[in-house]
């Protein structure tokens, strides 16, 4: 079995410039890898991956050493029935009629809110003036907590989201996230008695009363679960919406379909997660020895999934270097469920609970964008360029369109 210092290192600047091609020369040559900086065997197929994500062998017990010194005991981390009674506490707030009647308007009003200020500029950057802000903002919305919160949630997020991607561990970024932890949890405290006391028409409440036969959250589950849609909730929502834009701005053809038939909008934003997912890796851990392609994991051993690599396999997607919203060998009708057939929102007991949510902010920023600036197209000369290591977008999505008054 191959180790890190015989393939693309994912550590390494040149992994981060292009991880592409570093995921095709591992799928082919190194299916299995074990990096000793990381402590982990890292998989890259696709069979792999999804065989990691399915099957109970493969658990999320790594995450007490990886995140909970800093997110605390996420839904992510639990298991058994702790996790199925917690899920189906939090679940019904991001589908159906929670979704429609108490998310929705607040998606809307924030999108809105955001393209009109640079409507009658005529151009924008999409990430840092649209992407960047939109998903905090509207987090903090649905959960009741203002438009007070909306900067101080922005850089809790940052915080959260730069602790989840140091993959090399430095110190300074994990007391800096640890920080943020602590000034999070106190701004929290007094929200959450004072919602459970008396309720209100948001996110944050519907949580202090849920209930599941007889059990309750505590107000640390909830501040936990709140901590958990910093990143959940922003980060990756941020770089899927920009995401979305790069790929069909620098696809006119494409571009001008969807313009045409905004039922096209799942389609696009599927083959996004497909072909440039947000979160690029995700670790597991193996409770017993496990064949996979390439060798043997040690039971014990934490394994890192490549989504990002998995999702461009040859050998499960038809030409999986191209962009293309009309391919046959990705269901958009169960893109975004558990039945999912690419790995971005993961699959089996820890399929992403928000993925309702994402489809819903993803069409209707789509929507409102594309009637709003009809003849958008990039910036002349951009091109937009994806970075990252964990989670991975464009850091800027440069267009110009006729300007006007909102």
Same mark, same amino acid.
């Given at each position: 079995m191959p180790t890190a210092g015989r393939v693309p290192d994912v550590l390494s600047y040149e992994f981060r410039a292009n991880p592409y091609a570093a995921y095709r020369v591992m799928r082919e040559d190194a299916p299995l890898v074990w990096h000793e900086a990381m402590h982990s065997y890292i998989i890259s197929r696709y069979d792999d991956v999804e065989r990691a994500f399915r099957n109970p062998v493969f658990t999320a017990e790594n995450y007490p050493w990886q995140v909970?010194?800093?997110?605390?005991?996420?839904?992510?981390?639990?298991?058994?029935?702790?996790?199925?009674?917690?899920?189906?506490?939090?679940a019904p707030e991001f589908r159906g009629r929670q979704l429609r009647d108490r998310v929705l308007p607040v998606i809307e009003r924030n999108a809105r809110g955001l393209i009109d200020r640079f409507l009658g500029v005529g151009s924008a950057d999409l990430v840092s003036e649209f992407c960047g802000m939109f998903p905090a903002n509207m987090t903090a919305d649905m959960l009741g907590l203002g438009s007070g919160d909306h900067e101080k949630f922005r850089g809790w997020s940052n915080s959260v989201v730069t602790f989840l991607g140091d993959l090399g561990q430095d110190p300074e970024v994990t007391a800096a996230a640890k920080r943020t932890r602590k000034e999070f949890a106190a701004h929290l405290a007094p929200i959450i008695r004072e919602r459970r006391v008396a309720p209100r028409e948001d996110l944050l409440s519907a949580l202090c009363v849920a209930e599941v036969d007889g059990m309750t959250?505590?107000?640390?589950?909830?501040e936990t679960f709140c901590c958990f849609l910093?990143?959940?909730?922003t980060r990756t929502s941020e770089?899927?919406?920009a995401s979305v834009f790069a790929n069909l701005l620098t696809h006119p053809v494409q %571009? $001008?379909?969807?313009? +045409?038939?905004?039922?096209?909008i799942p389609q696009a934003f599927a083959e996004t997660l497909r072909y440039s997912p947000p979160l690029h890796m995700v670790m597991r851990k193996a409770t017993e020895d496990v064949i996979v392609s390439g060798g043997k994991i040690r039971a014990g051993s934490a394994v890192t999934c490549l989504i990002g690599a998995a999702?461009?396999?040859?050998?499960?997607?038809?030409?999986?270097?191209?962009?293309?919203?009309?391919?046959e060998d990705l269901t958009v009708t169960s893109a975004f469920s558990a039945a999912a057939d690419h790995l971005a929102f993961a699959?089996?007991?820890?399929?992403?609970?928000?993925?309702? %949510? $994402?489809?819903?902010? +993803?069409?209707i920023?789509?929507?409102?964008?594309?009637?709003?600036?009809?003849?958008?197209?990039?910036?002349?000369?951009?091109?937009?360029?994806?970075?990252?290591?964990?989670?991975r977008g464009p850091d800027a999505v440069r267009v110009r369109f006729t300007p006007h008054d909102s």
């Open positions: 909970e010194s800093v997110m605390g005991r996420t839904i992510s981390r639990m298991t058994g029935r702790e996790h199925a009674v917690q899920r189906a506490m939090v959250m505590s107000d640390e589950d909830i910093l990143f959940a909730g770089l899927a919406i %571009l $001008a379909a969807v313009r +045409v038939d905004r039922e096209l999702n461009r396999d040859p050998q499960r997607y038809a030409d999986p270097d191209t962009f293309n919203i009309f391919r699959l089996g007991r820890h399929f992403c609970v928000g993925t309702h %949510l $994402a489809k819903a902010e +993803v069409e920023v789509v929507n409102q964008v594309l009637d709003a600036m009809p003849d958008m197209v990039l910036e002349d000369g951009f091109t937009p360029a994806e970075q990252g290591h964990f989670t």
